[in-house]
């Protein structure tokens, strides 16, 4: 091996220790970068620096990101989970989980709306689960379907995982909002149906909502709250997605639709003020700016691991695999799982991701495909403990009587669910690609 390469193995080392030392991720990647990148090259290999940082804020599709994290600040603020999960927990009926269903139900449509784990774990935290233990629900499996339920928003477009991929991968953002439509959905219908089942084999745990309850809302009254919780942010959602699937706007003006559409929506259901307005547009400034930063540092990083012939010690290991392509594919697909013990999705996507590319695209393997693997794996990262963000959301506003071990008992058979979402995709490809296809993408 070259000195370059030995430099190589450094930087990662050096980037996994600093980051389990606690520092940010985003200084974590700069300061490995150019430590090492300077001890290979002195300073040379940085003049290129600049022109790649000024593609990355000069990128339009950007854009998109700020828009897209205000239409889901502004609709956490609604409140519509709360009325959401109450409404459905009465159309189940005498269905055991039935309000456990709901939070699957919310967290799809909030996956829709706002593509941010944090928000959707920490609204449903507060607002369903105080109601589900009063209702006689296992704090283990409530725990378990908010925490799963709030991270469908990484692969429900619009979400922020598919338009970092899109980059990393040189994909269209809308091919990768059409592809993820089905595993999102896919693994929705996953989720429901471990609920019944677990239902079915222990029903004290998720007792229905009281008969007498139930009987004191007729069924007109029902679907009129309904249609007056359920139908604005649908018709939001199927409005930006459908735009953009449909190629009527480019994901960043039909993130703006969305935007001033979670306005009207608000505005609606009574809620909108300027004290609203000031708190939606701070979170979003500091999400946006967050992301936006791990960015621009991710160029230093990555500027010095190709500069290092770090891609051609990747490609040396893949040559030790045995079995071919769909080895190297579980290779990645282990190595991302892993990794999400420790770290996030955003360096997740940064680091391994590109390391595996020209592999894979030498051999002729399908992006669409193996990136809507890498998003439905990059979601156990929030569920697996000791850096699962949700297990970290929740724990912050879950009531007293709520342990940590309830919580990590909760989220095991979801994290299972997801590995059975990666395997079925494998085995099954037409589950991301058919609807890009049909659509002539």
Sequence with gaps: MSMNEWLAIGLLIGFFLMLMGGIPVGITLAASGFIFGFMGFG????????????GVVANYQWLAIPLFVFMGVMLEKSRLAED????????????RGGMALG???????????TGIVGATVITLGLLTLPTLLRRGYDPAISCGAICASGTLGQIIPP????????DIMQLSVGTLFAAAVFPGLMLAGLYVSWIVIYGMIRPDAMPPVPQAERDAVSRSQLWLRVLKVALPPVALVLSVLGSIIGGIA??????????????LVVALARRLSLAVLRDVMQTTTRISAMVLFILICSQVFSLAFRGLQGEKLIEDLFAFLPGGINTAVWFLMGLIFVLGFFIEWIEISYIAVPLFLPIFAAAGVDMVWLAMMITVNLQTSFLTPPFGWALFFLRGVAPPGVTTRHIYLGVIPFVGLQILGIVLIFSFPAIATWLPKAIGW
């Design 43 to 54: 300073e040379s290999l940085f003049n290129l620096l600049p022109a790649r940082i000024y």
């Design 84 to 95: 959401l999960l109450d409404v459905i927990g009465h159309l189940a009926g005498g269905l």
């Design 103 to 113: 939070i699957i139900g919310v967290g799809v449509l909030m996956g829709a709306t």
């Design 159 to 166: 979400s922020l995982v598919l338009i970092l991929l899109s």
């Design 250 to 263: 480019a994901p960043t003006e039909a993130a703006s639709m969305g935007a001033l559409g979670s306005i």
